[in-house]
């Protein structure tokens, strides 16, 4: 698929850049610590960056906003989460390894202009995580939502076993059974084979 590009990160999170219009416009989809080999990437192909949008506010898909200089789209419900990522770091690497409190812009997702973008509001791994909708490329951007084999936690800080029912019921449910979803962390696949596959997803699905 090669409108989608993806760099994963040393904390095992994907970035993607898509290519919206199949030119040099390109978008991003989460931005991790290391964002070096993306940017390289851009760089090399002379592509036009129009901003990045955020699956959730976790520092393994926000903490490059540092290194990004192009609008920034969040769920402002997440926004907390973005900005103070010292706990979420010192749980991972056992130390906040220095990072300070992020006091840059942070745009609202739910105000965004793009023509080719959908979103969906999908609450339970944090209470603002959202899935980007590319209707036109035949795509979904899942971030901790879902995975190819699993679901994303809601056992921590803003997750909600509740919530993370009702989106999987209420929204991954009726995505288009023949997108292609790309997660926030591991392969690719597509909404048809994680409803046959996908066992902790299907056990919270209502018969
Ligand atoms: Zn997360």
């Given at each position: 698929m090669n409108t989608v590009s993806t760099f994963t990160s040393f904390t095992t999170s994907n970035c993607y850049i898509v290519k919206p219009y199949n030119?040099?416009?390109c978008i991003f989809i989460d931005l991790p610590p290391d964002l070096e080999n993306a940017l390289e990437?851009?760089?090399k192909e002379n592509l036009t960056i129009m901003g990045a949008l955020i699956t959730h506010g976790h520092f393994d898909h926000a903490l490059g906003m540092e290194k990004f200089n192009y609008g920034k789209y969040l769920?402002?419900?997440d926004e907390f989460l973005a900005r103070n990522p010292q706990d979420q770091i010192k749980m991972f690497m056992g130390d906040d390894t220095g990072v300070n409190e992020y006091k840059g812009e942070i745009l609202d997702?739910?105000?965004h202009e793009f023509d080719f973008l959908r979103i969906h509001k999908n609450p339970g791994h944090t209470k603002g995580s959202v899935s980007?909708?590319?209707p036109n490329l035949g795509i979904v951007f899942t971030g901790d939502f879902v995975f190819k084999d699993g679901i994303g936690r809601t056992d921590l800080?803003?997750?909600s076993i509740g919530e993370m029912k009702d989106s999987l019921n209420n929204i991954f449910l009726n995505f288009d059974k023949e997108l292609f979803v790309f997660p926030g962390h591991g392969p690719y696949s597509k909404?048809?084979?994680i409803l046959n596959s996908n066992i902790t997803l299907r056990e919270l699905l209502n018969d």
């Open positions: 030119d040099e416009r990437y851009v760089n769920s402002l419900e997702v739910e105000k980007y909708e590319f800080n803003g997750g909404v048809n084979e």
